[in-house]
């Protein structure tokens, strides 16, 4: 079956400092990703919608500049955060939906928690 | 206006009996409607789904869900649960916006079983 893998899945850094996580799908081509925030017993809330090739639609409310996205090729999304702070500090999560894949099915990875001292 | 609404943030159940999970979606997004599955500190797992077809879902792990249009619901449940079902449930829902189909979650119920 389809498999997104999210790396690294912990990272801890300083605050200033810039923290990017990749998002893989392993045996499909993902021409669509999504990015989503989660707070500690919260839900998801989606961040951004990203298209291989073109730049990122993001969510209102979300800083454009403050988290980066990339989508360079069809299995490779990345998230930047830029001069992250400590209420910066979530788990994100990226689904990938891909090319055989029925348009409303996702596959999700593992996440990424972001810690910021 | 939320687009799906999970009415319990908890609910706490003793192992081998049934559970019901609820879920109401709004009337104005689509009839996709999907079940997940997150154990802590992992990333989310699809139980199940409806996109048409029969109303009654059967996914993995021995839950099922019912789509019912008339109560706009679409409630998770299993017969018998077990200690290994203790984890976050979420609800979610296809929302067309800005061109794209996005998953939009529900705030999530906790289900804890006890022995």
């Known amino acids: 079956g389809a498999v997104v893998s999210q790396h690294p899945s912990w990272v801890i850094c300083k605050s200033g400092t810039s923290v990017k996580i990749e998002c893989r799908s392993l045996d499909f081509q993902a021409t669509t990703m999504f990015w989503y925030r989660q707070f500690p017993k919260q839900s998801l809330m989606l961040m951004a919608t990203?298209?291989?090739?073109?730049?990122?639609?993001?969510e209102q409310g979300v800083e454009k500049d403050k988290f980066l996205i990339n989508h360079a090729s069809l299995t490779l999304s990345t998230l930047t955060v830029t001069s992250a702070h400590p209420e910066d500090s979530s788990f994100y999560i990226c689904s990938a939906r891909g090319q055989r894949s029925g348009a409303n099915v996702l596959t999700f990875g593992a996440g990424s928690r972001l810690t910021v001292l | 206006a939320q687009s799906v609404t999970q009415l319990d943030s908890q609910v706490p159940v003793f192992e081998e009996a049934p559970v019901e999970l609820r879920c109401n979606y709004s009337s104005s997004v689509s009839v996709y409607l999907f079940w997940y599955v997150q154990y802590p500190n992992q990333g989310l797992q699809l139980l199940l789904k409806?996109?048409?077809?029969?109303?009654l879902v059967k996914g993995i792990n021995g839950f099922e869900a019912e789509f019912n249009k008339s109560q706009t619901s679409f409630h998770l449940r299993k017969p018998s649960v077990h200690i290994s079902d203790t984890a976050e449930y979420f609800c979610?829902?296809?929302?067309?916006?800005?061109?794209?189909?996005?998953?939009?979650f529900g705030a999530g119920t906790r289900l804890a079983v006890h022995p």
């Open positions: 990203s298209n291989e090739g073109s730049k990122a639609t993001y």
């Open positions: 409806y996109l048409s077809g029969s109303t």
């Open positions: 979610a829902v296809i929302r067309r916006s800005g061109g794209y189909n996005k998953l939009i």
